[in-house]
Nanobody, 124 residues
């Protein structure tokens, strides 16, 4: 059983930066595709970014060029560096892990394990 714990959420002004962290335990971190999703009030959970075993990454159009996903194998941790934050980035951010057979990483249903979420609030 994999446990995921996010941290780093905060209240920031527009234009500032935040880095979210997601620490994984209980599994073989190197075998998982890791993703970040977010959910704003009244909206469905949406894809933000994912990173493959070998480091390939993909981003939602809304965050491309502003957010960077990375992973540190020695610490079993995945990061989401968020720059030039906008009020529309306000949401609860969730870390997720996909193991086993490959499924499309942009889909939330493709993931097996989820963290509890961390709140990011961007004020204008």
């Amino acid at each position: 059983q994999v446990q995921l714990v996010e941290s780093g959420g905060d209240l920031v002004q527009a234009g500032r930066s935040l880095r979210l962290s997601c620490a994984a335990s209980g599994g073989t971190f190197s075998k998982y595709i890791m993703g970040w999703f977010r959910q704003a009030p009244g909206k469905e959970r949406e894809f933000v970014a994912y990173i493959m075993w070998g480091g390939d990454t993909s981003y939602a159009d809304s965050v491309k060029g502003r957010f960077t996903i990375s992973r540190e194998y020695a610490k079993n941790t995945v990061y989401l560096q968020m720059n030039s934050l906008k009020p529309e980035d306000t949401a609860v951010y969730y870390c997720a892990a996909q193991g086993g057979s490959y499924r499309p990483p942009r889909l939330s249903r493709s993931y097996d394990y989820w963290g509890q979420g961390t709140q990011v609030t961007v004020s204008s």
